[in-house]
């Protein structure tokens, strides 16, 4: 057989430890014996970014902005204990949260379903698609600590550094922390305007929850673009495909969701996406089960895994034990991004080669063969589940690629 033969690059973003380790292998064992893969490679691994000061990862986003598609590796985002276990020359930031931020875009997350395993939630039957709004809030935060006697001010300039407007925030009595978020008007916009058009697009409903009745200025402003843009551009649309917007409280939300048959988008604050992406995924399977695309306004992708770099399977793996780390998001992230590319080059066989890949993983589930992950909640009449490791999944998938 030819090798499928690609037209632009994707941008390929390598990450860290257990998921490092899956990304070789998968493209060891299902994509570079099929497809004459070409990619621009940047090493987004830890040690990498340390010795560039970063600037591989705004240098990763750019390169997702020149060629529209990417496909992105779990990485480490630093604290104190990673600073010290890689001697880092500082606590980096969250690289998801530096492209999101070049990007602009909204991350959705869908559960990848399979036969056999059963959500933890049984009146969940459809996927529930989770949109994140991917800037802003505490992830582009100004935090401080505060000591006992002093004041915090939110204090409002204008371009000449003039105050305009200034209200106190607390006066400590005791020793405190503050903290100072911001988001912005077009920002939200765009992410209301995703949700819309992908609901669209897969004809379901939007949920939107925030906390407006508590943050009557911040939470509520999210609440009245959402309002104002479904009004004005989308209402009459979603009313001919009989798919609705409904906003409520963030509590309420959470509520409605477990109640519900999935089958709907929740949009979410940037970290009631974080939470609540994990709570869902687990809930669906695991983590390893959940796929995710960041999608810019302007139609860049850039595709990825839910879940981390796996570190306790990691270092079990540096001692020489096999591991049997889930690999299917990972596999989802690399066949989003060829489906991606060969649809915007107009490559039907790449297009082809992710859906057949996909639907081998899928298979390989459905008739036994897993990660130890889905081993407990497997359940399908006349089929009994083996656990393979990490390795020998990619193997199955490949027999019946
Ligand atoms: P994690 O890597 O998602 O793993 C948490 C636990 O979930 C694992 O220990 C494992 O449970 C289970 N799990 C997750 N993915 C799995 C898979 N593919 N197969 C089987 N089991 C899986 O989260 P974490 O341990 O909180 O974070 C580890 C590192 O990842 C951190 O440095 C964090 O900064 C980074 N992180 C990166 C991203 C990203 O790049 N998108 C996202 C989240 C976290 P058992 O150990 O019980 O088997
Ligand atoms: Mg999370």
Redesign the pocket.
């Known amino acids: 057989m030819d090798k499928i033969r690609m037209t632009n690059p994707i941008v390929e973003m390598d990450?860290?430890?257990?998921?490092r380790v899956?990304w070789g292998w998968i493209k060891e064992i299902l994509i570079e014996p099929y497809v004459e893969l070409r990619t621009e490679y940047y090493d987004l691994g830890l040690p990498e970014r340390d010795r560039t000061d970063d600037k591989v990862t705004i240098a990763a986003a750019e390169a997702t902005k020149k060629w529209g598609v990417a496909v992105?590796?779990?990485?480490?985002?630093?604290?104190a204990q990673?600073v010290e276990e890689y001697k880092l020359k500082k606590m980096w930031k969250?690289?998801?949260g530096t492209i999101r931020r070049i990007l602009d875009g909204t991350v959705f997350r869908a559960p990848i379903l399979a036969k056999g395993i059963t959500p933890y939630v049984p009146g969940w039957k459809k996927p529930i698609v989770l949109a994140r709004h991917a800037y802003g809030d505490i992830y582009n935060s100004v935090e401080d600590r505060v000591e006992k006697g002093q004041s915090a001010y939110l204090v409002i300039c204008d371009k000449d550094g003039k105050e305009v407007r200034r209200s106190c925030i607390h006066d400590f009595t005791s020793d405190g922390i503050v903290q100072g978020v911001h988001n912005l008007d077009a920002s939200i916009a765009s992410f209301a305007r995703s949700c819309f058009n992908y609901a669209l697009e897969h004809k379901i409903s939007v949920w939107f929850g925030a906390k407006d009745t508590i943050s009557k200025t911040y939470d509520h402003r999210f609440k009245d673009i959402f309002n104002e843009i479904f009004n004005e551009e989308y209402k009459a649309r979603f009313d001919e495909l009989g798919i609705e917007f409904m906003y409520t409280l963030i509590d309420d939300i959470v509520a409605r969701i477990v109640r519900s048959e999935g089958g709907v988008l929740w949009a979410c604050k940037n970290y009631d996406g974080d939470v609540m992406s994990?709570m869902v995924a687990t809930a669906y399977g695991?983590?390893?089960m959940m796929s995710?695309v960041l999608v810019s306004p302007d139609g860049k992708y850039e595709f990825?895994?839910?879940?981390?770099?796996?570190?306790?399977?990691y270092y079990r793996h540096l001692k020489g034990e096999t591991t049997?780390?889930?690999?299917?998001?990972?596999i989802w992230a690399w066949t989003g991004a060829l489906a991606k590319r060969g649809e915007l080059d107009g490559n039907t066989a790449l297009c082809d080669f992710a859906a057949k890949l996909e639907k081998a993983t899928i298979e390989t589930i459905e008739s036994g063969y897993m990660?130890?992950?889905l081993i407990p909640m497997f359940n399908r009449e006349g089929v009994t589940p083996v656990k393979l490791d990490s390795r020998q999944f990619l193997k199955k998938i490949a027999e019946k690629l």
Not at 304 to 313: C, I, K, L, S
Request: with cysteine; proline share 5%; glycine share 10%.
């Open positions: 990450g860290d430890e257990m998921t899956l992105k590796c779990a990485t480490i985002t630093p604290n990673r969250s690289p998801n994990d695991s983590l390893g995710s990825e895994a839910a879940h981390g770099t796996v570190t306790r399977h049997s780390t889930n690999s299917v998001a990972t990660t130890g992950d």
